[in-house]
T-cell receptor, first 111, second 109 residues
Framework: DSGVTQTPKHLITATGQRVTLRCSPR?????VYWYQQSLDQGLQFLIH???????AKGNILERFSAQQFPDLHSELNLSSLELGDSALYFC??????????FGPGTRLLVL | QKEVEQDPGPLSVPEGAIVSLNCTYS??????FMWYRQYSRKGPELLMY????GNKEDGRFTAQVDKSSKYISLFIRDSQPSDSATYLC?????????FGTGTRLQVFP
């Protein structure tokens, strides 16, 4: 157990809908990273937050947004969902901004 | 060209074999190099971490980094069926990591 929690574990929704994925980092970790993992793309970095501030963006679509709250938990919002958004979404946390510890992931299926 | 290249495998070896997993990269600015293990679409688990050229050993695992060649390796000694998983190399800096696509390893009894 990495100490990073993610909810929900599974999510099934329809195209055009909006969902929110939640991540709680390890105790004391200020950094949260979001990743998308699909079968044909591997693990893709989406965005990094440090203590509530956005630090880096990767291949994150404009339909996706994230934030980190004062209690350090983070949410990833996915809107206008498309079939191709079906994937595993992981968050990771870090205390030293070097080693990242991953949560169990949220499996999203868009029908 | 991808920033990080990793042979997807699959790699199938008998129990007890020495396994060599490799990645190449193109960005000389990468500061940190890591190996993660991922079991059947679960969260990646950090195995090894280094930020310098040379070898780092932890039990049956040895990570090797050659910055001059932009090449990293993970060696697994005395491989076990429980090592069967996908191994992901990752490298980057404090803001983000770039992952390889992963190598599927199967160790058969």
């Amino acid at each position: 157990d990495s100490g990073v929690t993610q909810t929900p574990k599974h999510l099934i929704t329809a195209t055009g809908q909006r969902v929110t994925l939640r991540c709680s980092p390890r105790s004391g970790d200020l950094s949260v990273y979001w990743y998308q993992q699909s079968l044909d793309q591997g693990l893709q970095f989406l965005i990094h937050y440090y203590n509530g501030e956005e630090r880096a963006k990767g291949n994150i679509l404009e339909r996706f947004s994230a934030q980190q709250f004062p209690d350090l938990h983070s949410e990833l919002n996915l809107s206008s969902l498309e079939l191709g958004d079906s994937a595993l979404y992981f968050c990771a946390s870090s205390g030293d901004q070097e080693t990242q510890y991953f949560g169990p992931g949220t499996r999203l299926l868009v029908l | 060209q991808k920033e990080v290249e990793q042979d997807p495998g699959p790699l199938s070896v008998p129990e007890g074999a020495i396994v060599s997993l490799n990645c190449t990269y193109s960005n000389s600015a990468f500061q940190y190099f890591m190996w993660y293990r991922q079991y059947s679409r679960k969260g990646p688990e950090l195995l090894m971490y280094t930020y310098s050229s040379g070898n780092k050993e932890d039990g049956r695992f040895t990570a090797q980094v050659d910055k001059s060649s932009k090449y990293i390796s993970l060696f697994i000694r005395d491989s076990q069926p429980s090592d069967s998983a996908t191994y992901l190399c990752a490298m980057g800096n404090t803001d983000k990591l770039i992952f390889g696509t992963g190598t599927r390893l199967q160790v058969f009894p």
